[in-house]
């Protein structure tokens, strides 16, 4: 079946130092979006990609889409604890109108 | 605050009672979806409404698993005869329509169902 895959499962780095979580996906994508979700919350919406080898930035959040429409890339550049959270890839399949399969997450913890 | 709202937050039942959940998604967005997420995973799709009309429903889903958007507003989620593993989060989340694929879901608090 189609699936969505992320590493690493867990993250722990010293505030300050960069991380960089990876989603692939078995199958080719129509789009792919990031969300956070912060412990005890819901996930929130971070972006959108949709074009092959695309890179969007916000402020220290860089994504990155792959050129076959496969895999994506999260990268945050000299972490805060407020980036403390789950980052969630969602992939919407070619395949399907509407549904979106998401990814296990990679929960980020960052040590002051 | 206008976001999506779901009741009730948590929900404690013996095991083979009926539950539902309710969702009232942002005023105006014709999509709605319904979630489950455990603990350590991400959230997993069960079904999609545009409007009234369920267009898309997880193979996961069991015939204990029903849902419904009656007047395209509010939707409801009813598990019956509730198993162990139906313990989980329950997400609802919703997004604007008709305007391309470019809109993001708004997701709500979600409903955290313990099941005795």
């Known amino acids: 079946g189609q699936q969505v895959m992320q590493i690493p499962q867990y993250q722990h780095v010293q505030e300050g130092e960069d991380f960089t979580t990876y989603c692939n996906s078995s199958?080719?994508?129509?789009?792919i979006q990031w969300y956070k979700q912060r412990p005890g919350g819901h996930p929130v919406f971070l972006i959108q990609l949709v074009k092959s080898g695309e890179v969007k930035k916000q402020k220290r959040l860089t994504f990155q889409f792959g050129e076959a429409k496969k895999n994506s890339s999260l990268h945050i550049t000299a972490t805060q604890t407020t980036d403390v959270g789950t980052y969630f890839c969602a992939g919407r399949m070619k395949t399907s109108y509407d549904k979106v399969i998401f990814g296990p997450g990679t929960s980020l913890s960052v040590i002051p | 605050d206008t976001g999506v709202s779901q009741d009730p937050r948590h929900k404690i039942t013996k095991r083979g009672q009926n539950v539902t959940f309710r969702c009232d998604p942002i005023s105006e967005h014709n999509r709605l979806y319904w979630y489950r997420q455990t603990l350590g995973q991400g959230p997993e799709f069960l079904t999609y409404?545009?409007?009234?009309?369920?267009?898309?429903k997880s193979r996961l889903l069991s015939d204990r698993f029903s849902a419904e958007r009656p007047k395209g507003s509010f939707s409801t989620l009813e598990i019956q005869r509730t198993e162990q593993g139906d313990s989980a989060m329950y997400l609802c989340a919703s997004r604007p329509g008709g305007t391309g694929d470019d809109q993001p879901q708004h997701f709500g608090d979600g409903t955290r169902l313990s099941i005795l």
């Open positions: 199958t080719t994508l129509s789009n």
């Open positions: 409404f545009q409007n009234e009309a369920q267009l898309e």
